[in-house]
């Protein structure tokens, strides 16, 4: 997507969809972390909260960096 960034960063969600809910809190964590690990400057991830609603399952996390702590969301959606 973006020039500075090789095509193998971020975070591949289109195959969770349909997926068991407690099977997508797990494997997006797992994908958070790793798309995360790749950055230097993130320290770690933090304060997850999963939710679902209809057809979305929702995580918002903190992301503590070098600079500060920044609050994040990342939405699946759960069924076609």
Do not use: H, K
């Amino acid at each position: 997507r973006w020039q500075i960034y090789s095509p193998d960063s971020g975070i591949e969600l289109s195959d969770l969809i349909g997926e068991e809910s407690d099977l997508i809190e797990v494997e997006l964590l797992r994908r958070l972390e790793d798309a995360f690990s790749m950055d230097d400057r993130i320290l770690r991830i933090e304060n997850y909260f999963f939710s679902s609603n209809g057809d979305t399952a929702s995580c918002t996390f903190d992301v503590v960096t070098v600079f500060g702590n920044i609050s994040e969301q990342i939405e699946v959606r759960i069924s076609d």
